[in-house]
């Protein structure tokens, strides 16, 4: 099986890897996949609450060439997008960016799962926030 | 090469050292052909085409006399007579011959077959087809080592057993099985002993009368020979063994396998098969010297890499290794100048994980780890080193973008963590 050009770029040039402070608000933080399974995918977003543009994006992979490239991709598509664009980026449309075998879609499957994994968790976040200020509204009354 | 057919291009470059790239290093996948292996095989492809059966010719007898000279190259390696040696179309249908050949003709002492959970496909598929016609097949364990427990063996054996089949050396771990005490045993039992010896003919010391070997089979294209020819030992004295045929036609090979001989193959078998008498003990020698400077160079710089199988035993040009915290594939990609294989499900048709590994008790997530080296005849020790090298660079690499390795390094018990795909 031979990697198509885009997978072997991103393998080789992977854009945003790293960590940002999962413990920011701003940050949603999605971890996807198991050891066993020889997939798991680490997927950040920090997210401006005012706008709710993602402003940065990073990941950690561990996995085949096609589910890093995927991971890869993942953070460079969410960037710039608003949470709810960001959303709808489907996994067919990664396996189409990076012509993607058969048998290799479930890296895609698993890359839209950590995009939706990591702004679940934010919006976990600000509803979180949001209780602490009626709380405290509450708290003021 | 005239041709209609656009094929790929075989892309090879200089790198540093003198070393020519790609560099192969997955010997028990395939090796290549040795060019004294393949000047013997060219004028049966040429001038000396006769069929070996055609016995009215001088065509015919330059083909026969070929033949009778690899079964002596082929026996002497084994310690065997040439008239134990037929030829077949490689392991698997050797594999499949000795198998089912004794299943069928020893039906009616018994229906009870012994193998081991860590054998080729070639021999676990023949006992799956053997469990739907009615046959039970016990497949043994292997310890954390990859060796089966003799006791559980003798444990096994029972009045219905008819064939004990282990092979001699492990394709993916190299694990080398004590075929000797197996050998033992099933003499005293009075069971019939075959060996899936492909991967040990001509690397390790193979004697079937030393080992007590009723049957073996051999595969040139794992020992410097062609693919598609291999050989069966069948021992004719003490005891006699006798198979079934399982391909029907012209009654050649002694009646046990029809079929025109693939005679330039056979001739290739047989030079392979001379070449290992005379250079096997000084090859072995020099495989395991390049194989401890790989193992020392990786194991020297890397952390948390877990050899797969008995370094004890086992053959001296492969090393299975994983490399926590990393995928294969992606590791293999990272190499791409290598030639090696992997035991990750990325990298299997099926996305099945080794089955070997799991035997050994590895961890799904260790055998998606593992690398598999095979050093061979013609490796070298600069290879070695740029290989060392290139693995070492990439999985410090690959960890660097490793959320485990990550998690790991803060201290994170990974074994306690709930994965979202659990």
Not at chain 2, 197 to 204: E, I, N
Not at chain 2, 349 to 370: F, N
């Amino acid at each position: 099986m031979a990697y198509s050009d885009k997978v072997l770029d991103h393998y080789s040039n992977p854009r945003n890897v790293g960590a940002l402070d999962k413990n920011s608000a701003d940050v949603g933080t999605g971890l996807v996949g198991a050891p066993e399974c020889g997939d798991v995918m680490k997927l950040q977003i920090k997210v401006n609450k005012n706008t709710n543009v993602i402003e940065d994006a990073k990941f950690k992979t561990f996995g085949c060439g096609s589910a890093i490239a995927s991971s890869s991709l993942a953070t460079e598509w969410v960037k710039g997008k608003t949470v709810d664009e960001a959303l709808s980026i489907k996994n067919t449309e990664i396996v189409k960016e990076l012509s993607l075998p058969p048998v290799k879609i479930h890296c895609s499957v698993l890359a839209e799962d950590a995009i939706r994994a990591a702004i679940h968790d934010w919006k976990k976040k600000q509803g979180t926030a949001e209780q602490k200020v009626a709380a405290g509204a509450e708290a003021s009354r | 090469m005239t041709s209609d057919v656009k094929r790929k291009e075989l892309e090879t470059r200089q790198g540093p050292n003198g070393v020519r790239l790609p560099i192969y290093m997955d010997n028990h996948a395939t090796t290549p052909v040795d060019t004294r292996v393949v000047d013997e095989m060219l004028p049966y492809l040429t001038d000396r085409f006769g069929n070996a059966a055609s016995r009215n010719h001088q065509f015919g007898w330059v083909a026969e006399e070929a033949v009778e000279i690899a079964r002596e190259r082929i026996a002497k390696l084994i310690g065997a007579t040439a008239k134990e040696i037929i030829f077949t179309s490689g392991a698997t249908e050797s594999d499949n011959l000795a198998i089912k050949g004794v299943a069928e003709m020893y039906r009616e002492k018994g229906k009870h077959i012994i193998t081991a959970a860590t054998e080729h496909k070639a021999v676990l598929d023949t006992c799956k087809r053997l469990e739907k016609y009615g046959y039970r097949v016990t497949y043994l364990p292997v310890q954390k080592d990859g060796l089966i427990n003799l006791d559980d063996l003798k444990r096994a054996l029972d009045e219905q057993t008819i064939l004990v089949t282990i092979m001699a050396a492990n394709n993916e771990i190299g694990v080398l099985q004590p075929i000797a005490e197996i050998g033992k045993i099933c003499r005293e039992r009075g069971v019939i002993f075959h060996s899936d010896a492909t991967q040990a003919v001509g690397k390790v010391p193979v004697d079937v009368n030393q080992q007590s070997i009723d049957i073996l089979s051999i595969s040139a294209h794992k020992m410097y020979g062609p693919k598609g020819v291999g050989a069966l030992y069948v021992r004719r004295k003490n005891p006699r063994v006798q198979l079934a045929p399982i391909l029907d036609g012209g009654g050649h090979e002694r009646g046990m396998r029809s079929g025109t001989l693939n005679i330039p193959g056979i001739v290739g078998l047989g030079k392979a098969c001379a070449i290992a008498s005379e250079e096997m003990l000084k090859e072995s020698c020099r495989l395991a010297g390049l194989r401890n400077r790989l193992k020392d160079k990786i194991m020297g710089r890397l952390d948390e890499v877990y050899l797969n199988g008995s370094m004890e035993h086992r053959l001296p040009g492969n090393l299975n290794i994983s490399f926590a915290y990393v995928e294969g594939e992606s590791l293999l990609m990272g190499i791409n100048d290598v030639a090696v294989s992997s035991g990750s499900a990325c990298t299997s048709a099926t996305l099945e994980p080794s089955y070997v590994l799991k035997a050994l008790g590895t961890g799904d997530d260790l055998a998606h780890s593992s690398i598999r080296f095979g050093i061979g005849r013609f490796n070298t020790e600069a290879e070695i080193d740029y290989v060392a090298d290139r693995v070492c660079e990439t999985v410090e690499r690959l960890r660097e973008l490793s959320p485990l390795y990550e998690m790991a390094k803060e201290g994170v018990d990974l074994k306690s963590v709930k994965w979202a795909a659990e």
